[in-house]
Every structure is written in C-alpha cells, then in structure tokens.
C-alpha cells in the first residue's frame, strides 16, 4: 500500500490522509493492519504540526471502514458526493486525531 498526507491549507492544523492498496492486503490482514500504524504514523511525521488527519470513504467500503475505525477513526455523518453518471454516492467523512496514531 501507498500513505499519503497533504496539507488541508498553509493555516489549518489539520491534513488529508489517504491509502491505495492492493488485494494483497486481503490475504494479510493482520500483517497490514499492524504496520499500518506505523506507516501512518510515519507519513504524519512529514507534518509535524497538524494534529487532526481527515478524509472521506465511501459508505460501503466495509473493510476500509473497520480498519479506520480500528486506527482511532471517528466518523461523521454521510454526504452524497456527485458521480460522472449524474447519480450522488454515500461517502462517510472520518477523522483521525494524531494522538491515537502517535502514542
């Protein structure tokens, strides 16, 4: 899997985080999700100042979710997110505090 951190603005102290993986994680999920700790921690390290990481995922990603949730994921109500094909898709936005991945 690839982390990625990225300022949400020169003033906030907060950042986006994201992750891409592929379907290897499926075949080691515990293996994954304990280093994943650390490599999010990591990443956050570029951003030494931003204490809140935030993002978006789609409300039926299960798996993603779980492993958010299990990374100290608070979640916050859905909003619909315009589609290409015109229609509206379900997205949870999610934030993480650095204290819970930089204990």
Do not use: K
């Amino acid at each position: 899997c690839i982390f990625g951190i990225r300022a949400a603005s020169p003033l906030a102290r907060s950042a986006y985080v994201w992750m891409l993986g592929t379907r290897a994680i499926d075949a080691a999920p515990i293996a994954f999700a304990r280093h994943s700790r650390r490599g999010l921690a990591l990443a956050a390290q570029s951003l030494p100042w931003a204490e809140i990481f935030t993002n978006i995922v789609h409300e039926q990603h299960h798996a993603a979710i779980r492993w958010l949730a299990w990374l100290g994921a608070t979640f916050h109500p859905a909003v619909r997110i315009p589609q290409p094909d015109g229609s509206a898709a379900p997205f949870l936005p999610f934030t993480i505090e650095r204290s819970a991945i930089c204990a």
